[in-house]
């Protein structure tokens, strides 16, 4: 692929954000989500709206350029982004995009309103650690502090330390690093001693394991990814220890490794025996977090199977079987995971087989994802029947990768941390 095919690819990525930001400003600005078949709004804690699109979108435009969009959207969520709300809202999605947008947009723009914006945010989460394990309830109350739903998973809990460890760094004040990295150590401390694994759920109450399953995705991926960046943004050695035993125990007993190539199974977590063939569009970051990890043989092997997975059909399933080839949920919901995964190996191995299957993605999205007021999911990739959803991360994951992919001298990969809603993080204490 030649210099100029490249930034062709990075235009027109450029040019569909413009297109899908666009139409969720023409038809749901001021909620959190475009519903593009309807032409409806979707909020998420509804009366609440805590403009999920424009904070996860923010840094995106931001690195594509769009520099008036982005001083008129910084703008408008100081103007009128608040948490003071009487809403449960789930602690992990919370972190990872709002928390994470708004810190991101504090280290882009220097504008103190928007570390205000985090701190209010985190200090409102906090109450949702006081558990009896220090592990987080998954629902708190932004008003009155109340929290619900003991039964938690390893990503729910162990996917915030990124987020309030920067904010502790960037507020000095401790607490908040103190609690992510107590919930993630509890998760850690609870493997099975054999295995070393961790189950899909506990209750954070007990410290009890309620689902014993073990796998690298949906409700435990993100756990292994914030153990090796912990390490890397914070220099803190204690995840980065938990991480290199937790990943030893992962190749151990949930690599899948035959003629098929490379893939990661579901396992029980107290005997490692293998339980299912399941893998799918979640599971698919964990090429990006080997090869951020050092391991790049097994990022590239599983990296080829991700593409596998995602020409069966000409686009990927939320689950696949990988020993029949066939889709277990066919659903696709627009995630960014498989091309994460090909930035990142594009970045420690320049082999230009990933824009190839960039190039791929992008056709793909277009082809099938793209309508005349968005974006949409797909409810079959066996069928193309379209659903009716522009996630906020579509803007701040997908597309973001797929341009930083192809216009890699964009940000420097080495001195920045993307946090797992792609919300980059730097060291800048």
């Not at 994951?397 to 941390?417: A, G, N, Q």
Request: proline share 4%; glycine share 6%; hydrophobic share 40%.
């Amino acid at each position: 692929m030649t210099d100029a095919e490249r930034a062709a690819l990075a235009a027109r990525v450029r040019d569909e954000f413009q297109f899908a930001w666009s139409r969720y400003k023409r038809i749901a600005w001021g909620h959190d989500e475009l519903n593009p078949i309807s032409r409806t709004a979707h909020d998420w804690y509804p009366p609440a709206v805590f403009d999920m699109t424009p904070v996860d979108a923010l840094d995106t435009m931001t690195l594509m350029g769009f520099a008036d969009e982005a001083a008129a959207t910084r703008q408008y969520l100081i103007d009128h982004l608040s948490f003071d709300q009487d809403v449960d809202v789930q602690v992990f999605e919370v972190t990872i995009r709002l928390l994470g947008g708004l810190l991101s947009a504090f280290q882009m723009s220097n504008d103190p309103k928007f570390l205000a914006l985090a701190e209010d945010l985190g200090t409102r989460l906090l109450p949702a650690f006081d558990s009896p394990t220090g592990m987080p309830y998954r629902f708190v109350n932004l008003r009155t502090g109340k929290t619900s739903d003991p039964l938690s998973n390893p990503a729910e809990i162990g996917t915030l330390i990124l987020e309030f460890g920067t904010l502790a760094k960037l507020t000095h004040r401790d607490v908040f690093y103190t609690k992510a990295k107590t919930a993630l150590a509890g998760v850690y401390e609870r493997r099975d001693p054999h295995t070393g694994l961790v189950g899909e759920q506990i209750d954070v109450t007990t410290g009890k394991w309620t689902n014993p399953s073990s796998h690298i995705g949906g409700g435990i991926d993100s756990y292994y990814e914030y153990l090796l960046k912990c390490q890397k943004l914070f220099g803190d050695a204690d995840c980065g220890a938990m991480y290199r035993e937790s990943i030893a125990s992962v190749d151990k007993y949930l690599a899948d490794d035959g003629p098929a190539g490379l893939w990661y199974g579901v396992s029980d977590m107290t005997t490692g025996k293998r339980t299912a063939t399941s893998y799918g569009s979640l599971e698919a970051f964990f090429p990006a977090v080997l090869a951020l990890g050092g391991d790049l043989d097994r990022a590239r092997r599983l990296a080829d199977s991700n593409f596998k997975m995602w020409t069966l059909h000409g686009i990927e399933p939320e689950v696949l079987d990988y020993k029949t080839m066939t889709a277990e949920v066919e659903s696709y919901q627009l995630r960014p995971e498989i091309v994460e995964s090909a930035y990142y190996l594009f970045h420690y191995t320049r082999d230009p087989r990933y824009l190839d299957m960039g190039r791929t993605i992008l056709t793909s999205l277009v082809q099938y994802c793209r309508t005349d007021d968005g974006y949409t999911v797909l409810k079959s990739v066996v069928t193309k029947e379209r659903g009716d959803r522009q996630h906020s991360f579509f803007l701040a994951e997908t597309l973001k990768y797929l341009y930083l992919l192809f216009s890699p001298e964009t940000i420097d990969l080495d001195r920045v941390v993307f946090n797992t809603e792609a919300h980059p993080l730097k060291a800048t204490w």
